[in-house]
């Protein structure tokens, strides 16, 4: 038996949010020590795996296998592939800089961080970051559903306690209702997929790589494909299915805005690629022109939303609902290029869209207003958050040398290959892009500082550039040198393209 | 030593990038320093550019000092730089004028660090485009370069630089659009993005197979286009050309140098290294459009350049006229390819791709030098001012005169190539492209006249508002480049030499 990397890192967030849990709530200070240990110490064997992930050989690695119900034929089935491995990185980078950004100070008067009941906020934060890392890491179709749910459900507290006042009960709500309907309908589908299985090969199992041999005939995977996929891909954001998501970022404190749009949008990309395409690979054809099509229009017409908000924050939601558009338009072209670069865009469009939501945050935590007319000069006083954003922006309009264009043109090549008109229509996406990044970027960091905010606004914390500064190595690295991820990826897509019968 | 010999190019291309990261680990404030690290740094790749193009072979085919290294394999693109006489020509170019650019900003005091930050950067950018030999490599330079000039005009530019700068990036990238796509699809078809090996297999194509539910011919014709527009807006040629008066008149005075003076050429290098070899059939069949835009860039430039009063606009609109030349040559030459008359033309327009870059980086830093005295550009505020700025005036005029196409300096040389090119090919739009450079004449002799000549404006003649002379430094950025001006305008053949066996062994 080797060391139990998976289950440590997935176990990690539960215990360190229970020992918070058993902490005095007035020792804010040292709840925080703890939650950021913790963070770390996760982060840290979330490299390891990422880094001594051998990519010589595809397949599951540093398996882990422990019977839990073994009645239904449940086990705590732990595994990364080259998909998983990097968004379990990403997990690890997400937690780690968003314990940072929410520090707070109570000494101080500028309302940056997390001030208010930190010891909860932290623990139920941990709760739903310990249900992320299970998702990504199980290999059981019971404890990836199980760990589905627990990543939704602190969603609901953490924006309704923590939210911004004006929307977050309305919100929540939309969310908790939004992803509980699709987790349901999925649910559906992963019954039916069990009791088949049971009916084929008389085996009580909810392995998925036994499941992947179930032989499920066409006609079965036609009709649950559909429920299944877009079930999970709810979370992922898909059009028309987002409206959820932007109402979501806007109303959540900070670090749970990095953690939605960096993380959570991802778990829903990842269990629909896992559940819907690789289990059901026949029904992905069938209804592959259907995907392409609700991708193709997120990826427009949220960069075109995102173009006429006033709201900084929902614009870097709506932002969120074209780049994962541009995810699942990779997913929908089932061929190497489309697959390879859905999985870079998971983990480049995590860290980018964390980065943006830790900017807006530290903006609206000093200038206590979003709305972008009313903001302005922050260069002068925060250039470090700046420079942060700047590079944030290019990734986010696909330009060469950062990670954005090296996910992104892999998705159009991907595209190429099945449907070129889909390509020429996804590609103005970059255009209205690179107009409001650049239009907000002048105005709210460039353009000259409203009266009313002058003296009021402080530069960020050493904590904040600590956070700024991992998130943009990220996107710098993989940009200059795709070969730091990309030969993972592949590993990974290689296993999708064998179930879908190959390429 | 032996590390730079085997690594020349990728060392000239990467040197000014690092340094850039270098300079974020100098001590704060020192703006001295930041100006002579930025100077020194810009001059090694020029040293370096000396020594390949002395050890560069202009008799051997095919590309020189290649290397190669591994990039992103998973879709078959590697990191493949190599030179011709047509690139090393272009990259010389470029090498030289960002010291002199940099020079020319010694006079910035505002946040010095992140500007000559951004002009390392633009080299590496340009450089990249001029070096590749992998079209993804290729793209990502072309867009990459995009970010420093960018934001050169947006935080250092003149009133107008919100307006300028975005107009500038949104009509560079809507461009590009097509040729990301249209790189895409060769990517997708073939599988690679060598270039050298594109050239052979695109060309390959059976002409009446069917790719992508069209006949080859239709992917190509729309291709083509897709790469035209994109290089048309960078060139630029008329009507794709508005951008262009706005950025450079906004940008500030060493933005403007090497914007006219480098990206202009990008456009025109892509025509060259990417439009002829990829689509002969198609640039033939469509050579009369493309010499039609031409023209017109040629004739409605020199007109707007007539037309304007702010001086760096006058200047703007010359670029559009003098590269509407290189386009005349690109078009000629498509249409009669293989012929004498096409390597004339040819050899023209890679020669006016250089001249140009030295004799419009020259105007555009003379202008700049006189807005900072007066902050005006307005050409109504100035006049006489010859006998107070008595050197300044004689640079200008000389300057002005390699613009004009006086014989005996470099404009001269590269215009009669193209036209000589061109006539015989090209008989109409030729012809009414030389009526075009009367009115060069015209728009030049209006600038100097109400810059230098005429009744004395008193107001800068006496008192706080006198003009002082051009000084020391600003001499120096001028004396090279006057100095090739002059050296190709009596002897051109040390620079021809190369670009001609370029030229007849590409085409």
Known sequence: MNFPVLSIITFTPLVAAVVMLLMPAQRKNEVRAVALAAAIFALILSAWVFFTYNQSTAGYQFVERYNWLPALGISLY?????????????????????????????????????????????????ILAWG??????????????????????????????????????????KLTIYLFIGSVISLVGVLAMYWLQYKNTGVLSFDMLLMEKAGFSHAFQ?????????????????????????????????????????????????????????????????????????????????????????????????SSVSHMGLVMLGFSTLNRQGLLGSGLQMFSHGVMTALFFAVVGMIYDRAHTRQIPELGGMAKIMPFATIGFIIGGLVSMGMPLFSGFI????????????????????????????????????????????????????????????????????????????????????????????????? | MNF????????????????AVAMLFLPKGENKLFRWFAFVASLVPFALTLVAWFQFKSDQPGFQFEETYIWYQAIGSSLHLGVDGLSLTMVLLTTLLTPLAILASFSISDRVRPYMMLFLFLETGMLGVFM?????????????????????????????????????????????????????????????????????????????????????????????WAFVIAF???????????????????????????????????????????????????????????ALLATAAIVFGAFGSFGQTDFKRLVAYSSVNHMGFVVLGIAAAAYAIGTQDATIALNGAILQMFNHGLSSAGMFFLV?????????????????????????????????????????????????????????????????????????????LKGIKKVLHGPMNEHWAHGEHKLTEINAREIVVMVPLMALILWIGIYPAWILDVINKAVVMLF
Request: net charge neutral; hydrophobic share 55%.
């Open chain 1, 78 to 126: 732990f595994g990364v592939d080259g998909i998983s491995a990097p968004l379990v990185l990403l997990t690890g980078v997400v937690m780690f800089t968003g314990v940072l950004i929410s520090w707070g100070d109570d000494d101080k008067h500028v309302m940056a961080g997390i001030q208010d009941r930190p010891r909860e906020f932290f623990a139920f934060l941990f």
């Open chain 1, 132 to 173: 992320v890392f299970g998702v990504f890491v199980s290999l059981d179709l019971f404890m990836l559903f199980f760990f589905y749910e627990i990543a939704v459900f602190p969603m609901y507290l953490l924006i309704v306690i923590w939210g911004w006042i004006q929307t977050r009960e309305y919100a929540a709500m």
């Open chain 1, 222 to 318: 036609n009709i649950w494909f559909l429920p299944v996929f877009l079930g999970f891909a709810v979370l992922g954001g898909i059009w028309p299915f987002h409206n959820w998501s932007p109402d979501g970022h806007v109303a959540a404190p900070t670090a749970v805005s990095m953690f939605h749009a960096g993380v959570l949008m991802k778990l829903g990309a990842f269990a629909a690629l896992r559940v819907g395409i690789m289990l059901l690979p026949d029904g992905a054809k069938y209804w592959q022109w259907l995907i392409m099509f609700f991708a193709a229009v997120a990826v427009v017409y949220g960069a075109y939303i995102a173009f006429v908000q006033m709201d900084f924050k929902y614009m870097v939601g709506f």
């Open chain 1, 407 to 503: 996910a992104e043109f892999p998705i159009f090549m991907g595209v190429w290959g099945r449907q070129w008109l889909v390509a020429v229509i996804a590609s103005i996406s970059i255009v209205i892009t690179a107009a409001y990044i650049m239009r907000n970027i002048r105005q709210v960091f460039f353009g000259n500082m409203p009266e009313k905010l002058e003296g009021h606004i402080t530069d960020i914390t050493i904590l904040d550039k600590v956070a700024i500064t991992t998130l943009c190595f990220f996107m710098i690295v993989i940009g200059l040198f795709p070969s730091f991820m990309v030969p993972m990826v592949q590993t990974g897509v290689e296993n999708i393209l064998r179930l879908l019968g190959g390429s």
């Open chain 2, 4 to 19: 730079i010999s085997t690594h020349l190019l990728s060392t000239i291309l990467f040197f000014p990038m690092l340094s």
């Open chain 2, 132 to 224: 590749a030999l992998d079209l993804l490599i290729f793209f990502v330079f072309w867009e990459a370069g995009l970010v420093p000039m960018y934001f050169l005009i947006n935080q250092w530019g003149s009133a107008n630089k919100d307006y300028a700068s975005l107009k500038f990036l949104i009509y560079t990238m809507g461009g590009s659009l097509g040729l990301l796509l249209a790189v895409q699809m060769l990517g997708v078809l073939f599988g690679t993005y060598d270039l050298v090996t594109l050239y052979q297999r695109w060309n390959s194509l059976e002409p009446g197979s069917i790719l992508m539910g069209m006949s080859v011919h239709t992917v190509k014709t729309i291709a083509f």
């Open chain 2, 232 to 290: 048309a807006i960078k060139v630029p040629l008329w009507p794709f050309h508005t951008w262009l008066p706005d950025a450079h008149t906004e940008a500030p005075t060493a933005g403007s140098m090497l914007l006219a003076g480098v990206l202009l050429k990008l456009g025109a290098y892509g025509f060259l290294r990417l439009v002829l070899p990829f689509y002969p059939v198609e640039a033939k069949m469509f050579a009369g459009a493309l």
């Open chain 2, 368 to 444: 700049g030098v006189i807005y900072e005295r007066t902050h005006t550009r307005n050409l109504e505020e100035f006049g006489g001012l010859f006998p107070i700025i008595p050197i300044y005036g004689g640079l200008l005029i000389f300057t002005s005169m390699a613009s004009l196409g006086l014989p005996g300096l470099n404009g001269f040389i590269s215009e009669f190539l193209v036209v000589r090119g061109a006539f015989p090919v090209l008989t109409a739009y030729t012809a009414i492209s030389m009526l075009g450079l009367l009115f060069t004449g015209a728009y030049i």
